[in-house]
């Protein structure tokens, strides 16, 4: 039987995914599913039981589980903890532990949020971008860093942007295997005109292709204009593969497009037949925490993408995709995606759940 590691963690993750375990345990009763399902904290919940955002307990589980969910982490809560123990540390570090290079985020406009865009509807209508963001490399984790105190007293701070071949290599290789299975096309995104981190990507993302990929087209592009093109022309994307910093920033602005960042869920890959981690992208919402008005959509995907991509399960996550769609088309919207959209009808972060229940 498989298994899935819940991770709930901080601010709103705890509601959303309690609306998606429920969705789950539905699933088990009248799906078939059968998959066995433990819990453990990371981020601040953990700092607060622990003293540190990620034990070694808690990253083992991980690893010997076939899927991870994951909520959110931070909060204004741990803001004073030191910066190395702070709650995103937690997330990170477990992303490095389970070897997860490759983060999946699609952005898809689902029909019925097409005027929930802050683009117009003719650009965002029929939107499905598929955004693999490096997880971890980069800045996130080259070394040196750190904070060093000049002679005159100034500060300053150090960060080091590296890639490798080989690093550039898998996540590329994952990219263009995706592109395979959509409308074939891989956009590359880096800034090679001014670092040299970026021409190693280019480089090596383009002889992987003249390798093994000559069937998927390969375009490459600087991050800052495909940071506009999005806004632009977000429709001429299909496969977007970059590094982790500038996947952190254009993926957020891709899944703007559609609506919300409520709404979207991903997946981060490892090597083959290594767990994978399933997570909203939106992140802990302290400002909203707790008020069961949290759009659960984005948690209750990243269940569908686990059913898809590990737990062998392809069948349920379509039930679910097409159940949230039903829902939505139904009218029913969290107060997230409520805006520009009317004749719409405000439900909780519950209410929302039991419709999807419903449908399925
Ligand atoms: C994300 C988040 C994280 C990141 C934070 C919480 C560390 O923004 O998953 O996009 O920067 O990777
Ligand atoms: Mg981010």
């Given amino acids: 039987m498989k298994s899935v590691f819940v991770l709930p963690g901080d601010g709103i993750g705890p509601e959303t995914v309690g609306q998606a375990l429920r969705v789950l345990e539905h699933l088990q009763k009248v799906g078939g599913l059968e998959i066995r399902l433990s819990e453990g904290l990371v981020g601040g919940a953990s700092i607060d039981q622990h003293g540190v955002p990620l034990t070694e307990e808690t990253a083992a589980q991980a690893l010997a589980s076939d899927a991870v969910l994951l909520g959110a982490v931070g909060g204004p809560k741990w803001s004073d903890v030191a910066y190395h123990l702070r709650p995103e540390q937690g997330l990170l570090d477990l992303r490095k532990a389970m070897g997860l290079f490759a983060n999946?985020?699609?952005?898809?406009?689902?029909?019925?949020?097409?005027?929930?865009?802050?683009?117009?509807?003719?650009?965002?209508?029929?939107?499905?971008?598929?955004?693999?963001?490096?997880?971890?490399?980069?800045?996130?984790?080259?070394?040196?860093?750190?904070?060093?105190?000049?002679?005159?007293?100034?500060?300053?701070?150090?960060?080091?942007?590296?890639?490798?071949?080989?690093?550039?290599?898998?996540v590329a290789r994952v990219a263009f295997e995706l592109a395979r299975q959509r409308d074939g096309r891989v956009c590359s995104v880096e800034k090679s005109n001014v670092m040299e981190s970026g021409i190693v990507w280019r480089e090596a993302v383009t002889a992987l292709h003249a390798e093994e990929f000559s069937d998927v087209g390969l375009s490459h592009m600087y991050a800052d204009n495909c940071a506009m093109q999005l806004v632009r022309e977000p429709k001429q994307f299909d496969v977007i593969v970059t590094d982790n910093l500038f996947g952190d920033i254009l993926s957020d602005a891709a899944a703007m497009l559609t609506g919300s960042l409520g709404m979207l869920p991903s997946a981060s890959l490892g090597t083959s037949g290594a767990p994978g981690l399933y997570e909203p992208i939106h992140g802990s919402a302290p400002d909203i925490a707790g008020q069961n008005i949290a759009n659960p959509c984005a948690t209750i995907l990243s269940v569908a993408m686990a059913l898809r991509w590990q737990l062998g399960r392809a069948d349920l996550a379509e039930c679910i995709e097409t159940a949230v769609n039903g829902v939505l088309g139904d009218g029913l919207r969290t107060r997230d995606i409520l805006r520009a959209t009317s004749g719409a009808q405000a439900v909780s972060t519950s209410e929302f759940t039991d419709a999807i229940i419903r449908k399925l």
């Fill in 104 to 170: 999946l985020r699609p952005a898809t406009c689902f029909p019925a949020l097409v005027d929930a865009s802050s683009l117009k509807p003719e650009l965002v209508e029929g939107l499905d971008i598929m955004v693999v963001r490096e997880l971890i490399g980069g800045v996130y984790f080259g070394e040196p860093r750190g904070i060093e105190t000049l002679a005159d007293g100034q500060k300053r701070g150090v960060n080091t942007q590296a890639y490798s071949t080989h690093e550039v290599r898998r």
